[in-house]
């Protein structure tokens, strides 16, 4: 029986996961998740509100430091690197949840009403940081279109990262932030037609 709150909540990921991996997500109960984990299903409803949200445990920390990072961000900073500087101090919260990162990614991918609770997050994080930057006086399409285009070019840095841990996440970050800069310089070559 798990000691501390903290213990039977890490349980009840892992139960949940190796289910919804088992049996798939539509399959498994929360009963069945308690029961997996030794707690009551009491216990678990004191921690996750229904099973979908255990799959999405720490994004309420990570919004909250990433939304804090960029507010206190120096003062001077282009929109871009605001964000890639809060982007690197969200690393240990990332690699606290690392252990459910790719196989949490699997059951989301195969479950479609996963897909959309996953895509709602997103929106709602991208709106954080939008507001985040216009709180940093930067004007409000060019605050939702830095957000929009930091949090897809940090999805692709974590994506990365969780297929390659070794360099650590600030060097995927800095390689997709460096990718995004050479995708916008005025310089970079057009890419070649087909069939041309």
Same mark, same amino acid.
Do not use: C
């Given at each position: 029986?798990? +000691?501390? =709150? ?17 049996? =798939? ?9 308690? #029961? ?5 299903? +009491?216990? @678990? ?14 994004? #309420? ?5 990433? !939304?804090?990072? !960029?507010?206190?961000?120096?003062? =001077? /900073? &282009? *929109? /871009? ?5 809060? @982007? &690197? ?9 690392? *252990?459910? #990162?790719?196989?949490? /990614? ?6 479609? %009403?996963?897909?959309? +609770? ?15 930057? +216009? ?31 070794? *360099?650590? /996440?600030? %060097?995927?970050?800095?390689?997709? @932030? ?11 070559? #057009?890419?070649? &037609?087909? =069939?041309?």
């Amino acid at each position: 029986m798990p +000691r501390s =709150g903290a213990e039977a909540r890490g349980r009840l990921q892992q139960a949940a996961l190796e289910l919804y991996r088992e049996r =798939g997500f539509d399959r498994t109960t929360t009963a069945e998740i308690a #029961a997996r984990a030794g707690v009551n299903e +009491r216990t @678990f409803f004191r921690h996750f509100p229904d099973k979908r949200e255990v799959l999405f445990d720490g994004e #309420a920390d990570l919004r909250a430091a990433l !939304v804090r990072a !960029v507010a206190e961000a120096p003062a =001077g /900073l &282009r *929109p /871009l690197e605001t964000l890639l500087r809060a @982007f &690197r101090e969200a690393e240990p919260i990332l690699e606290r949840n690392r *252990p459910f #990162a790719e196989p949490r /990614l699997q059951v989301i991918a195969a479950t479609p %009403a996963l897909r959309e +609770r996953d895509l709602a997050k997103a929106a709602a994080l991208g709106e954080a940081l939008a507001e985040a930057l +216009r709180q940093r006086g930067v004007p409000g399409r060019l605050a939702e279109l830095a957000a929009a285009t930091g949090w897809a070019v940090f999805h692709r840095a974590v994506q990365d990262w969780i297929d390659d841990p070794s *360099p650590g /996440l600030e %060097a995927h970050l800095r390689r997709v @932030f460096a990718d995004l800069r050479a995708l916008s310089a005025h310089d970079a070559p #057009a890419p070649a &037609r087909p =069939g041309a």
